[in-house]
């Protein structure tokens, strides 16, 4: 079994974005890059599927907090 091709490339990231993922390798007993390379495909498969961001679905729920009985009565 051949191991998969990876390429090298270079960005950027915050230091708790950073420190959170050493953190879960750490955790998991894995490496860095292998992480990294979960994150990205998770991400990759997320927005492919097109589904909501999270502050988005966080700004639905408090708006129907907020306006509910306003949403009822719209819908009737």
Same mark, same amino acid.
């Given at each position: 079994?051949?191991? *998969?091709?990876?390429?090298?490339f270079s960005s950027q990231?915050? *230091?708790?974005?950073?420190?959170?993922?050493?953190? +879960?390798?750490?955790s998991e007993g894995r490496?860095?890059?292998?992480?990294?390379?979960?994150?990205?495909?998770?991400? +990759?498969?997320?927005?492919?599927?097109?589904? *909501?961001?999270?502050?988005?679905?966080?700004?639905?729920?408090?708006?129907?907090?907020?306006?509910?009985?306003?949403?009822?009565?719209?819908?009737?």
């Open positions: 079994m051949t191991a *998969p091709v990876r390429e090298k990231a915050t *230091p708790e974005v950073l420190h959170a993922l050493r953190a +879960i390798a750490d490496q860095f890059q292998s992480v990294l390379d979960e994150a990205l495909r998770e991400y +990759i498969e997320r927005k492919a599927k097109g589904q *909501p961001r999270r502050h988005v679905l966080a700004a639905l729920a408090s708006s129907l907090d907020e306006f509910d009985a306003l949403y009822r009565e719209l819908a009737k």
